[in-house]
């Protein structure tokens, strides 16, 4: 049943663990971070400064780790340990890395020394076997790939792939099987489709698409990686399995990426499509494209719109089973439902209606629930 703010009663009421913020925060505000079974964040205390702080999710568990200020972003976790760019006023801006405890809380590398610092991580990607890939930038090798594994000896540079200063810009990070997939430039195949499970041997090329090729939005499904890229101008969709041989264009179209749901992998074009992951075939759905989206009970909730707005949609992989599931805001205007979560049996999202304006709702899956 679709309902509008019943979920709020059945929650469990939260605990307090503490303050987020102090009447003299400034910039930059709280971030927040999972690592392992604890949850990081930070806090701008007026006698300390900015600070990061640990929660085990019990009050008695939630204190403070180490005061870094400037304090400058979370970027990742690997092996339970928090990665973060912070400046402490000696290296500059570099990675460092907390396991929750002060003595744990240390500097991982200083990729550029001196004062300046490097910038720390600029964009980059967690892997299964326990490495964080990611670009980093310095005076001697400019802009390329390095990986850690958490520790001061694991956190190291992966490959120059274009040698001396000069920049390879790696970026665009996703993820196939246990490797990180990017683009970078190099200076004979241009921008090419890159693979790396963290060590510099296993950092390789797998195919260039030249000046314009661009190859990113990375997303790995039923053992293939799929990714756009325009090497002769227009955006095409390719598959990739990892060698050079076995990268192909699929299609003249740009597929925009929704979500996985009981293997199917969804994605739009100008409607909603699916790829089966045991057969590998592609379906057209029709309807309408998905935006936000929820898988819930092997079906696929997303926010679609048509003549009655942006409204909630759902899609089981079959024409007949995409459809709207409810003109929540009747007519033309839009509920715009969002920020789906799953509790209790029930899909809990915010949309609006013109008699209660934005609320709490929830669904079992069906318009009457």
């Known amino acids: ?38 949850l990081f964040f930070t806090k701008n205390d007026a006698t300390i ?23 400058a972003t979370m970027v990742g976790a690997v092996g339970g340990v928090l990665l973060f760019n912070a400046d402490d006023a000696l290296h500059g801006t570099e990675l460092w890395r907390s396991d929750g405890t002060e003595a744990g809380t240390y500097l991982l590398a200083d990729i550029e020394p001196g004062p300046n610092g490097s910038g720390g991580v600029i964009s980059g990607v967690a892997l299964p076997n326990g490495r964080f890939v990611f670009q980093a930038r310095n005076a001697q090798y400019g802009a390329e790939v390095w990986a850690t594994d958490g520790t001061v000896a694991g956190t190291r540079l992966m490959k120059d792939i274009r040698p001396g200063s000069v920049n390879s810009l790696p970026q665009a ?3 196939f099987g246990n490797k990180a997939a990017f683009q970078a ?15 510099p041997e296993g950092t390789t090329l797998v195919k260039g698409f030249g000046t314009t090729g661009d190859p990113s939005t990375f997303i790995e499904f ?28 699929i299609s003249v179209e740009t597929w925009r990426p ?5 293997g199917k992998y969804y994605f739009n074009t100008g409607v909603l499509n ?49 459809y709207l599931l409810l003109d929540i ?22 949309a609006r209606s013109g008699a209660a304006g934005e609320e709490l709702w929830r669904t079992d899956g069906t318009a009457s629930g």
């Not at 190099?186 to 963290?198: I, R, V, Y």
Request: aromatic content about 10%; proline content about 4%.
């Open 1 to 38: 049943m679709l309902c509008a703010g019943a979920a709020a009663a059945a929650l469990a009421a939260p605990t307090y663990l503490t303050s987020a913020s102090t009447a003299t925060d400034s910039l930059p505000g709280p971030q927040v971070a999972k690592a392992g079974s604890l």
């Open 49 to 71: 400064g900015h600070a990061l702080w640990v929660s085990d999710g019990t009050p008695a568990g939630t204190h403070l780790v180490k005061a870094i200020s400037p304090f």
């Open 173 to 175: 990070w996703g993820k």
């Open 185 to 199: 430039f190099d200076d004979t195949n241009k921008l090419g489709l890159w693979l790396s499970d963290g060590t």
């Open 222 to 249: 039923a053992g293939r990686l799929y990714f756009s890229a325009r090497p002769t101008g227009y955006t095409h969709t390719w598959v990739s399995d990892g060698t050079t041989a076995g990268t192909q264009d």
């Open 258 to 262: 929704v979500m996985e749901c009981n």
């Open 274 to 322: 699916y790829i089966d992951a045991v057969t590998r075939q592609r379906f057209e759905l029709g309807g309408t494209t998905a935006r936000e989206a929820a898988c819930f009970k092997g079906v696929l909730y997303y926010r679609g719109s048509d003549s009655h707005g942006q409204e909630l949609w759902r899609s089981d992989g079959t024409a007949a089973g995409t």
């Open 329 to 350: 805001n009747m007519g033309q205007a839009d509920s715009f439902p969002t920020g789906f979560a799953q509790a209790g049996g029930y899909l809990l999202f915010k």
